[in-house]
């Protein structure tokens, strides 16, 4: 049957935090290229070669990595490429991207941002994670994973 042949796996999750800054604190680390990349960017398991981010809507986003000695993939490219969508300052942004590695596109990917105030100069941030995972791919779980590190790294780093 067809459905039993369908190549892509869709998923959706949802990650919720708060962290102990107001909302333009924590939106300012998603749209300052020098504060996204330290978080976003940056990791032992891989070189970044390669890190543009034009924050309006319209604007690229480009981060171009290299597995390393570290990694289950020493020397296989990564590339992650998206577009911004929709931004509201301190509010929301919803970026589209695909994922690829050594050439293989293996996923794209809707994400959405918010930002919401707390109270006490505290925000809440909701992940919204909507994913098309193809051949080859991370998968959801992994994916989920790597976005749980990722707001870890930004928690680290809202409170350095």
Known sequence: TAMADAT????TFVIERRYPKEP????????????????FAAGEHHDLERFEMDFRVGGA??????FNENS?????????EGCYLDIVPDRRIVV??????????????LVTIEVVA????????ICTHQGAFFEGADGPQLREA???KLLDNLGAALTA
């Open 8 to 11: 892509v796996i869709h998923s």
């Open 24 to 39: 333009a604190k924590v939106f300012a680390a998603f749209s300052d290229p020098e504060k996204k990349r330290r978080w």
């Open 61 to 66: 986003e480009r981060m171009h990595y290299r």
């Open 72 to 80: 289950p993939f020493p020397g296989v490219a990564l590339i992650s």
């Open 96 to 109: 589209a991207s695909s994922m690829a590695m050594a050439d293989h596109r293996f996923s794209s990917s």
């Open 118 to 125: 707390a109270g006490e100069g505290a925000t809440d941030l």
């Open 146 to 148: 790597g976005w749980q």
